[in-house]
């Protein structure tokens, strides 16, 4: 079953042999690194393979260029992951680290400009780069490359590459855990068109190697502060907008609106989602000011392309259905080139349903 699912991911022999290759003999200086902000998926891929790379007996450090959520703090090894932006000294570890690593993974990005300063650091070293990927467009900054984005979620590639290299049996309950939450989360817990038979056949061998799935699922989705709560009651109640003519729905929040009510990191996922859970709605926008620049996330139903609609105005991309972007232009302004954006699009949008 391994062998035809990895066949079936496009997971190349030569590909592997060269993997293999880097990691013969053990011991081998490596270096994992991630998305800036990194979600269950980025994090839960990291560690999940740091995990394994352990138990082969190499040094493995995982960075993450800046703070993750605090809903994934339960993850194996969460601890020992280094923060490149927390401090001058976290900064000049992890280019020490990332200067002498024999290899560096980069994992659920596609580029290096996604790990913001840790970037031209990474790009600079001498050691080899294994990039592991389902978004699109890669640039090739890696000398071996695991990019498919039919994949459910980077963590069911590092799955893969595991069982190809013949590693299953290094796969406990804790590893199990970590790449279940990230196919569980970038999957929208088996809801989005991304959930085949294939992943399901996956999650399934997971399961069976120890992941807990009902423990993974409470951890990520029922250990809400009481600020997030009322801060989502806040936005469905107060800054939800609706664009019938475009089945368009948005919200729009200021900094200010996040400081006041403590907003953390994490604590705005997954709320773009409410905004196209709306009855006849397409295309579900957040916009928020995050004081040194305006994010965005983009998510979709039918066929609109939301990474080309990032692209295109918002500097940003992802995937066909789930996006993200950014601005340098105050709220108002890029609220109203959102809202330009859209009416571009308009005859397109409410042609879909």
Known sequence: MTAVLTADLGLDAASIEALRALLAGGGKRIVITTHHKPDADALGSSLGLARYLQKEGHQVQVVAPTDFPAFLDWMPGRSQ??????????????TRLATEADIIFCLDFNTLERINDFGPIVGASPAAKVNIDHHLLP???AQVVFSDTSAAATAELIYLVIAALGGRGQIDGPLADCLYAGIMTDTGSFRHGSTTARIHRVIAELIELGADNAKVHRLIYDTNSLNRVRFLGYCLAEKLVVLPEYKTAYFAISAEELKRFHIQTGDTEGIVNYALSLEGIVLGAIIIDRTEMVKMSFRSAAAFDVNTFARRYFEGGGHFNAAGGKSTDDLPRTIERFLQAVAAHGAELAALG
Request: no cysteine; aromatic share 12%; net charge neutral.
């Open 81 to 94: 992951v280094l923060q490149f932006d927390k401090s001058a000294q976290t900064r000049a570890e992890a």
């Open 139 to 141: 640039q090739p900054f």
